[in-house]
Structures are given as C-alpha cells and as structure tokens.
C-alpha cells in the first residue's frame, strides 16, 4: 500500500502561505490531514490505459503535495497527480485507491521542492487580483509585482488508422505563458513582449543586453526575477 509521507503542518503550511494569492496568516487555517468527503470520486480504473501517445496529467507520477481550498482549509499527506485534461485531482486515499477531489481546490503546492514557486499550480480561484484568468491550472513560475505562469493546455485527439478497426487517443500539450501585472493577465511568448507590457526603463535596459534564446523559458523567468528585485 502506497502511504503519503507526514509534513510538518507548520513548515508547510506557511509555504502555501507565502506563495500563494490571497493567503493570510498560516496559524489562522484550519488544516485536515487526509482529503475525504462523501462528495470525492473513486477511480474504478485506469481510463488512459488505451492512450497510447501523451499524458493527462501535470506529474506523471504521485508527487507529494498539499492543497489550499477555496474556503482557505489546507489539506495536507497526499501524494497527488493533477489531470490537466480533465482539470481534476487525484489522489490516493489511506487504502492506497485512486480518489478524485470534488472539493474546490485553489492551489496545489508539491512539497517535494522545498520553496521552489514553480512547485505550485493556481488556478482562477487563487488569481484574484486578474481579471478575465483563464480556466485550468497554471504553474506558478515568478511571483511579485509581476507574476509569470505557465499555461498547458492537454487536448484529446482520436485517430483512427487507414484500416484499423480501433481508435486510438492521442493527448496533445499547447504551452502559453502568461504576465500577471497591474491587474492584467495577458499572453506573452518573448523578452520583447515582457518589455512592452512592463513600460519600465531599467528593465528595458537589462532586456536588451540578454543574449541566448529571447523565448526561452529560463529568460523568461529570469526576466521576471530580475523585475521584481528592482
């Protein structure tokens, strides 16, 4: 039996805190160690054992994780696969069987990597200063004045081969990145697109002294970085 590794609720739980929007106080939540409602789904089978190209999911395989829901409550000891297809999460009960949350979840924080930000997803729940954010988890690359995220879009595609008699189903992932500042959410793919949508002269300064791959997203986030510390 598959077991969730215990946490320190503390530790964790601040870390959701801090890096997370619309977070107050750690000590004020309330926290449960196991998510179970009457309400969560249990997954009879595999539904992507016939996929034969792609994955659903944001993590292949269980990570260890904890989860701020909407009402604040954060929930800890569960190893976690988020389905972007789907835009459902998965976890595993103490029996070790597949459980999805019907509970309405804000934030996913991997607690596998320590204070890293881009161990967590948000979604529109926790974005409450954007307007008009998109539907679906994003992966939280920088935060501050600005805020970078990641946006993978899982679309399902069925073919069915020149005289095959079965269809198969191939999982396709379209990347977006997003710039959070001033209230807005908008598209951006380069170091340019960051430097228009910033309108700051030092910035603008640094971004034009960059070299390498102005799509990248390691720029990107360095860019981001950068900004914030100014």
Known sequence: MRQAPHFNFMGSCLMVCLLTFGSTQAQDRPVRPLIMTFNDRHVEFDVWEKVVEGSPFFNANWRPAALL????????Q????????????????PA????????EVKSVIFLDEANDTSAVLVNR??????????DGWMQL??????????????????????????????INTTT????????????IQTLADIADRLENAPFSTWAAKQRGDKKSEELLKKAIDYFNSL
């Open 69 to 76: 829901l909407s009402n604040g409550e954060v929930i800890e």
């Open 78 to 93: 569960l190893q976690v696969k988020v389905n972007l297809l789907e835009n459902q999460i998965h976890y595993l009960d």
């Open 96 to 103: 070790g069987r597949e459980m999805v949350t019907m509970q």
């Open 125 to 134: 729940l926790a974005l409450t200063t954007a307007t008009a954010a998109p």
């Open 141 to 170: 690359l920088s935060k501050g004045k600005a805020t970078l995220l990641k946006r993978m879009i899982k679309q399902d595609v069925e073919v069915k081969g020149y005289g095959a008699s079965t269809v198969v189903t191939h």
């Open 176 to 187: 977006q990145y997003l710039l959070l500042f001033n209230g807005r959410i908008e598209k």
